[in-house]
């Protein structure tokens, strides 16, 4: 079989495969996924940005673009992205007003460390900075109340 038939063999089982089985759930989200032993250094961090509709727009554009957090998170931030479609547990939806009780610095430390045994690896210093990923971050806030 030539490679691009193998690539088209592997695809094809795995979007079947996905349809088949479903999407993996998200495992309690609302848990924290902070270290005990750094959770409180963790919440020092503060946005110093103001989520004002230009930051936000910013933000969307980095999430949405270079930092690829849509692959996974998908392109409106529902835990939906086709990256993520095989992860156990699934990706964050970040569209759960549940989340506005977990602090910025919080998921700062999530963007920095990643979430260990987890598909969120860390992108931050690596991928976008930590002024990029604040303004990310500016963005997924605003989803939490948005249906
Ligand atoms: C390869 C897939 C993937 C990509 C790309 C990705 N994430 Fe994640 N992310 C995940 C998964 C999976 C989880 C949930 C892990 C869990 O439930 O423990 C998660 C969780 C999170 C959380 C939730 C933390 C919490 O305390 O609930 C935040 C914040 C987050 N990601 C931000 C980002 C940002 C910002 C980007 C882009 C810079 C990004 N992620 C890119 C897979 C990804």
Excluded: Q
């Amino acid at each position: 079989m030539k490679f691009g038939k193998i690539l088209l063999t592997f695809v094809a089982v795995s979007v079947f495969g996905a349809s088949v089985v479903g999407m993996a759930a998200e495992k309690e989200p609302l848990a924290p996924r902070v270290p005990a032993d750094d959770m409180e250094e963790a919440k020092e961090w503060t946005n110093p940005f103001k989520p004002t509709p230009e930051n936000i727009a910013k933000g969307k554009e980095l999430f949405a673009g270079k930092a690829t957090c849509f692959t996974c998170h998908g392109n409106d931030g529902r835990g939906d992205g086709v990256a993520g479609a095989a992860l156990d547990p699934a990706p964050r939806n970040f569209h759960n007003p549940g989340l506005k009780k977990k602090s910025d610095g919080e998921f700062m430390y999530v963007i920095k460390n990643g979430i260990e045994g987890t598909g969120m690896i860390s992108y931050t210093p690596g991928i976008v900075t930590e002024e990029e990923a604040a303004l990310i971050l500016l963005y997924e806030r605003s989803l939490h109340d948005v249906k």
